[in-house]
């Protein structure tokens, strides 16, 4: 079956500008989780969904970022007044529900979207 | 708090020798581990999981990791490394305390194979 997949797979835009990143998670996975991997780091946790409510936002850096979900598949990552430290590789990730505890959904991973902010 | 150290950003072997690529962690409770493999321009791949049951966890591709509660590790190892191998690894610890059980990420090690 298909995989998560994620649009534009490069996007190139200026300083100050909108930009939206869109998540298209594997059919029947409840759970989507946004991270953002710059250059030579690993990624990090910005946002998880469980349905169309986010349930952590815990990581999206300022309020300049933004996420929803509103029919509990596509996602789309907003993000205003983009910086160039916004730079970086934009994952998606989908799963059967997430939960606390010892029970664990692996967590499948999109291409991602490499955002360049000039 | 929950996190990963990977202690080398860098591991070079030979094509046929081993690979051992190291990996510490910090957690209060008995802690749910993964090793992702990224290779260029592709998505992040689970290569091997451990969560509470046995300590050595074998993978996919022939990895394997073990998991030594007393050193707080998990290194992932390899008895011969092949050509492609050659990617990005990340040692990972799952959030047990919070809904949906985020991903905490090491820095990485890539792993460079010689001919």
């Known amino acids: 079956g298909a995989g998560v997949s994620q649009t534009p797979s490069n996007k190139v835009t200026e300083k100050g500008k909108y930009v939206e990143l869109r998540c298209d998670p594997i059919?029947?996975?409840?759970?989507l989780y946004w991270y953002r991997q710059s250059l030579g780091q690993g990624p990090e946790f910005l946002i998880y969904?469980?349905?169309?409510?986010?349930?952590?936002d815990s990581g999206l850096p300022n309020d300049r970022f933004f996420a929803v979900r509103p029919e509990g598949s596509v996602s789309t990552l907003k993000i205003q007044r983009t910086e160039r430290g916004d730079s970086a590789v934009y994952l998606c990730a989908s799963s059967l529900p997430g939960l606390a505890g010892d029970t664990y959904n692996e967590q499948f991973f999109g291409p991602g979207t490499r955002l360049t902010v000039l | 708090a929950q996190s990963v150290t990977q202690l080398d950003s860098h591991v070079s072997v030979s094509e046929g020798t081993p690979v051992l690529l190291r990996c510490n962690y910090s957690s209060s409770y008995s802690p749910s581990l993964f090793w992702y493999v990224q290779h260029p321009n592709k998505g992040l791949q689970l290569l091997l999981k451990?969560?509470?049951?046995?300590?050595l966890v074998k993978g996919i591709n022939g990895f394997e990791a073990e998991f030594k509660k007393s050193e707080t590790s998990f290194h992932l190892t390899k008895p011969s490394a092949h050509m492609s191998d050659a990617a990005e690894y990340f040692c990972?610890?799952?959030?047990?305390?919070?809904?949906?059980?985020?991903?905490?990420f090491g820095q990485g090690t890539e792993l460079s194979v010689k001919p």
């Open positions: 451990y969560t509470s049951a046995a300590t």
């Open positions: 990972v610890v799952r959030d047990h305390y919070n809904q949906g059980g985020k991903l905490i």
């Open positions: 059919s029947g996975h409840t759970a």
């Open positions: 969904f469980q349905g169309t409510g986010a349930a952590d």
